[in-house]
């Protein structure tokens, strides 16, 4: 399964982006999907995290109510909207998928990231 993630930039504080992450190959193998966001310096931290469904999702305290995540498996893309941005949001984005392959173990794969700078 490869990612690749899209639709950072440059924004001013209050506004929005919508990040996309699309995964080809093993699709079918996939089951829930995530993206985390990384500062200069420190680690790599969870921003969402949702369902194959969708019916489930989950979002770092800091980002609840801010940003929302939803997929559409279809297309085999997950987004995340990021709304009322804050200098501190500024980061690489990277999504993150759940891979089962049948006969094999699981893993997690990892897109490149998209760099998001919010400036005050």
């Known amino acids: 399964v490869q990612l690749q993630a899209s639709g950072g930039g440059l924004v001013q504080a209050g506004g929005s982006l919508r990040l996309s992450c699309a995964a080809s190959?093993?699709?079918?193998?996939?089951?829930?999907m995530h993206w985390f966001r990384q500062i200069p310096g420190k680690e790599r931290e969870f921003v969402a995290q949702?369902?194959?469904?969708?019916?489930?999702?989950s979002y770092a305290e800091s980002v609840k109510g801010q940003f929302t995540i939803s997929r559409d498996n279809a297309k085999n893309t997950v987004y995340l909207q990021t709304n009322a941005l804050k200098p501190e949001d500024t980061a690489v984005y990277y999504c993150?998928?759940?891979?089962?392959?049948?006969?094999?173990?699981?893993?997690?794969?990892w897109g490149r990231g998209t760099q998001v700078t919010v400036s005050s």
């Open positions: 993150a998928a759940d891979v089962t392959p049948s006969g094999g173990p699981s893993y997690r794969a």
């Open positions: 190959g093993r699709t079918f193998s996939i089951y829930d």
């Open positions: 949702i369902s194959y469904s969708g019916g489930r999702t």
